[in-house]
């Protein structure tokens, strides 16, 4: 298998609600989408955001279920200023803070914050990471 991911499919409970969160607080690019399902382009990998009844039914496995799901998603920021920043956006956008930032014993500076269906988001301050 190539060393790549193309695409990110959350499943969401109120697609225009988090397509809304997704475009207008996290500033993410909208691509064209059908009606049923929204794309968001991340550079070379895309994000998608998708009904959970109708994401579970494709994947042939329950919708239910609640609590960690197993994943972060990550956004690496240049600065401990931009983390604040972004969390301060996002909590005034319409979501929730889970953990506030703090400098981290791997020496960068991250914190956690939920989007409207629960996902969770790091927002970090990295010095050792390449990709920026």
């Given amino acids: 298998m190539e060393p790549r991911l193309s695409l990110i499919t959350l499943g969401v409970a ?3 609600r988090a397509v809304a969160f997704y475009r207008d607080v996290l500033k993410l690019p909208q ?3 059908p009606p049923v399902v929204a794309f968001f382009e991340l550079g070379k990998t895309w994000l998608s955001l998708f009904p959970r009844s ?4 494709d994947a042939g496995v329950p919708a239910e279920g609640s609590g960690f799901p197993g994943f972060t998603l990550a956004h690496n920021l240049r600065s401990p200023e931009e983390v604040d920043a972004l ?3 996002v909590v005034a956008g319409g ?5 506030p930032a ?4 791997w020496g960068g500076y991250a914190g956690y914050f939920a ?3 629960g996902f969770l988001w ?3 301050w990295n010095p050792h990471f390449p990709h920026l």
């Avoid at 979501?95 to 953990?99: A, Q």
């Fill in 14 to 16: 109120d697609l225009p």
């Fill in 31 to 33: 691509l064209d989408s």
């Fill in 54 to 57: 109708d994401l579970a039914a």
């Fill in 87 to 89: 969390l301060a956006e």
């Fill in 95 to 99: 979501g929730r803070l889970v953990k």
């Fill in 102 to 105: 703090q400098h981290a014993e």
């Fill in 115 to 117: 989007d409207p269906d």
């Fill in 122 to 124: 790091e927002v970090a």
